[in-house]
Nanobody
Framework: QVQLVESGGGLVQAGGSLRLSCAAS????????MGWYRQAPGKQRELVAT???????KYADSVKGRSSTSRDNAKNTVYLQMNSLKPEDTAVYYC???????????????WGQGTQVTVSS
């Protein structure tokens, strides 16, 4: 079994910062790409940021310049630092990862349960 557990969400005022963490646990052999997605009420889930195993990153235009993603491979953890937060950043943020389990050849895609980020104006 593999689990992704997010933490670090909460309520913050506009202009503030938050750092989200997502730790993968279980029978993990290797992790390829990891990423963050978000879903606001009434909207589709959208990409926020991704980071490959080689630390190559990609960001949505809406967060570019305000957010930074990084990973600690020794801890199987990915982070999302968000600065200059805006009310429109309010959403449930989900962690995503492509993980190869021990004794399996294929990589499978996993999701965390999500963490709420609310930005007040």
């Amino acid at each position: 079994q593999v689990q992704l557990v997010e933490s670090g969400g909460g309520l913050v005022q506009a202009g503030g910062s938050l750092r989200l963490s997502c730790a993968a646990s279980g029978s993990i052999f290797s992790i390829n790409a990891m990423g963050w997605y978000r879903q606001a009420p009434g909207k589709q889930r959208e990409l926020v940021a991704t980071i490959t195993s080689a630390d190559s990153t990609k960001y949505a235009d809406s967060v570019k310049g305000r957010s930074s993603t990084s990973r600690d491979n020794a801890k199987n953890t990915v982070y999302l630092q968000m600065n200059s937060l805006k009310p429109e950043d309010t959403a449930v943020y989900y962690c995503n990862a492509d993980i190869q389990r021990v004794a399996f050849r294929a990589f499978y895609n996993y999701w965390g349960q999500g963490t709420q980020v609310t930005v007040s104006s």
